[in-house]
């Protein structure tokens, strides 16, 4: 049973640096971009859609999207 306890323990240990790491880099992202005069957004669900179908996945959302500026709109990407 202290082995249970412990694998449980250590699986949320790595869930918890897992999902600080992803955060620390997603907040490095978000200064890369607005430092260069890009917008930033955390989440694309409509991206996440087309890019979904494009590639045959579902249930799909894109993430750290950067929203640069053209001459014909905007990029995402």
């Known amino acids: 049973m202290p082995v249970v306890i412990m694998v ?3 699986a949320i240990f790595v869930g918890i640096l897992g999902f600080a790491y ?6 490095e992202r978000r200064q890369w ?3 260069r005069g ?3 957004t955390e989440s694309d669900r409509d991206l996440g859609r087309q890019t979904g ?3 045959r996945i ?3 959302t894109a993430r ?5 500026p053209t001459r ?3 990029a995402l990407y």
């Open 8 to 10: 449980i323990v250590v």
């Open 22 to 27: 992803e955060r620390q880099k997603s907040d």
């Open 33 to 35: 971009a607005e430092n």
């Open 38 to 40: 890009f917008d930033f």
């Open 53 to 55: 179908r494009l590639f």
């Open 58 to 60: 579902g249930g799909a």
């Open 64 to 68: 750290d999207v950067l929203r640069i």
């Open 72 to 74: 014909a709109g905007e």
